[in-house]
Antibody, heavy 122, light 113 residues
Framework: QLQLQESGPGLVRPSETLSLTCSVSGDSISRSSFYWGWIRQSPGKGLEWIASIFYSGSTFYNPSLKSRVTISVDTSKNQFSLQLNSVTAADTAVYYC??????????????WGQGIVVTVSS | DIVVTQSPDSLAVSLGERATISCKSSQNLLYSSNNKNYLGWYQQKPGQPPKLLIYWASTRHSGVPDRFSGSGSGTDFTLTISSLQAEDVAVYYCHQYYDNPSTFGQGTKLEIK
């Protein structure tokens, strides 16, 4: 049974870097035919797709965030990660990691983690 | 960016009755080369992540009850719950994955009348 679990700090200071990791069990990222990615949800902006990655390193980024975002994969740990630089209060959200079901870089998310609440505040 | 707009914002339906949610896209979501509409639907209950219900506008994801159905093509789409159950109370989102960035509707809150 596929499970995804987000981890990382719940509080990040403005202008710093938000770093999150998604640990995957029940499937191997390196043998998977699907994209893995991040989606966030905030009261102000609703659901927002951030980025997706294939085990080979192929990536898709939301253009509005691309200059601040890096998504990466560590197949040895069966994890993938998100880094978001220069955060502001507008980046406060619940961050979800997810797996695609259609080999879509835009993440048709059939499997989700439970989400992690990240607050940007000094 | 493609804008997907849902209506209504909230909806109250009696148990056993039909619920219908609309999603309109600012651009065509039908890809002519494969005749597929790049539109999905999610259900989100409080404190939970969204759950995929429908993709390709009308294909139910595994395990989704057949009272949920999706229809439409091009720019106009509908999610229908044929006979509302108490466990269907949730917020529903449409999602276009035709173009970068993929975008979500604002959500429709479904309640019991």
């Amino acid at each position: 049974q596929l499970q995804l679990q987000e981890s990382g700090p719940g509080l990040v200071r403005p202008s710093e870097t938000l770093s999150l990791t998604c640990s995957v069990s029940g499937d191997s990222i390196s043998r998977s035919s699907f994209y893995w990615g991040w989606i966030r949800q905030s009261p102000g902006k609703g659901l927002e797709w951030i980025a997706s990655i294939f085990y080979s390193g192929s990536t898709f980024y939301n253009p509005s965030l691309k200059s601040r975002v890096t998504i990466s994969v560590d197949t040895s740990k069966n994890q993938f990660s998100l880094q978001l630089n220069s955060v502001t209060a507008a980046d406060t959200a619940v961050y979800y990691c997810a797996r695609d079901i259609l080999v879509s870089g835009y993440l048709v998310a059939g499997y989700w983690g439970q989400g992690i609440v990240v607050t940007v505040s000094s | 960016d493609i804008v997907v707009t849902q209506s209504p914002d909230s909806l109250a339906v009696s148990l056993g009755e039909r619920a219908t949610i609309s999603c309109k896209s600012s651009q065509n979501l039908l890809y002519s080369s494969n005749n597929k509409n790049y539109l999905g639907w999610y259900q989100q209950k409080p404190g939970q992540p969204p759950k995929l219900l429908i993709y390709w506008a009308s294909t139910r994801h595994s395990g989704v009850p057949d009272r949920f159905s999706g229809s439409g093509s091009g720019t106009d789409f509908t999610l229908t719950i044929s006979s509302l159950q108490a466990e269907d109370v949730a917020v529903y989102y449409c999602h276009q994955y035709y173009d970068n960035p993929s975008t979500f509707g604002q959500g429709t809150k479904l309640e019991i009348k």
